[in-house]
T-cell receptor
C-alpha cells in the first residue's frame, strides 16, 4: 500500500494554464507538506498543514494555493503557470510537528510548463 | 541554508560497508539528525534518524559523535540498489522543517 500518493505523476501543460496536484496519505498523520525540488535538486518546503490548518507558508507566489479538505489530503493548485514553475513537487506527511517526528514523502509529481 | 556538509560523491564496492560522513558543527541540543536517500526519479526515502545515541534499523546504522558535531551513516552490506543521493539533514526543533543540502551521491560498484 502506498503511504503517500500523488497524482498525476507527470504533467505537461502550457503557460498560463491552471493545474492541480492531489495528495493523499493513508498513514493517519495529522501534518502534511508540499516541497519543491528544482533543477539543482534542492528540496525546499512550500507549505505545511496541521489538522487542516496552514502552519507554514514559505515565500511562494500567490499563484500557488494549497487546499486541505481533510487531514488525509493536501492538494496543490497552481494558477497562471509560468515556465519557472517547472519542477518536481513532493507531498509529504508526518505525525506531529516535532523534530523527532519522521516525515514521509510521496513519489513526486513532475511538472513541465511549455 | 543547510546546516550540514557532506562529500559530493563516494564510491563503494558491492557487498562492502558504505560509510557516509556528515558534519553538523552548529547543531543545537534539540535538533535531530535525519538521513534520507533519493534514488533517481523517486521520492526521498527515510532511512534513519537520531538525537544523541547511535541508532540501528533494518536499513542502516547511524553513529553520532559524542559532541554531536558529526555523524556517519553505515550501510552494512551495500548492494547496487543502494546507489542514490544520500542526504544528511538537521531538523530544526522549533521549526520542524527539513532543510536540504546537496547530499552525497553514492555509487555502488560491482
Amino acid at each position: 500500500d502506498t503511504a503517500v500518493s500523488q497524482t498525476p505523476k507527470y504533467l505537461v501543460t502550457q503557460m498560463g494554464n491552471d493545474k492541480s496536484i492531489k495528495c493523499e496519505q493513508n498513514l493517519g498523520h495529522d501534518t502534511m507538506y508540499w516541497y519543491k525540488q528544482d533543477s539543482k535538486k534542492f528540496l525546499k518546503i512550500m507549505f505545511s498543514y496541521n489538522n487542516k490548518e496552514l502552519i507554514i507558508n514559505e515565500t511562494v507566489p500567490n499563484r500557488f494555493s494549497p487546499k486541505s479538505p481533510d487531514k488525509a489530503h493536501l492538494n496543490l493548485h497552481i494558477n497562471s503557470l509560468e515556465l519557472g514553475d517547472s519542477a518536481v513537487y513532493f507531498c509529504a506527511s508526518s505525525q506531529g510537528r516535532r523534530s523527532g517526528n519522521t516525515i514521509y514523502f510521496g513519489e513526486g509529481s513532475w511538472l513541465t510548463v511549455v | 541554508d543547510a546546516k550540514t556538509t557532506q562529500p559530493t560523491s563516494m564510491d563503494c564496492a558491492e557487498g562492502r560497508a558504505a560509510n557516509l560522513p556528515c558534519n553538523h558543527s552548529t547543531i543545537s541540543g534539540n535538533e535531530y539528525v535525519y538521513w534520507y536517500r533519493q534514488i533517481h526519479s523517486q521520492g526521498p526515502q527515510y532511512i534513519i534518524h537520531g538525537l544523541k545515541n547511535n541508532e540501528t534499523n533494518e536499513m542502516a546504522s547511524l553513529i553520532i559523535t559524542e559532541d554531536r558535531k558529526s555523524s556517519t551513516l553505515i550501510l552494512p552490506h551495500a548492494t547496487l540498489r543502494d546507489t542514490a543521493v544520500y542526504y544528511c539533514i538537521v531538523r530544526e526543533g522549533s521549526n520542524y522543517q527539513l532543510i536540504w543540502g546537496a547530499g552525497t551521491k553514492l555509487i555502488i560498484k560491482p
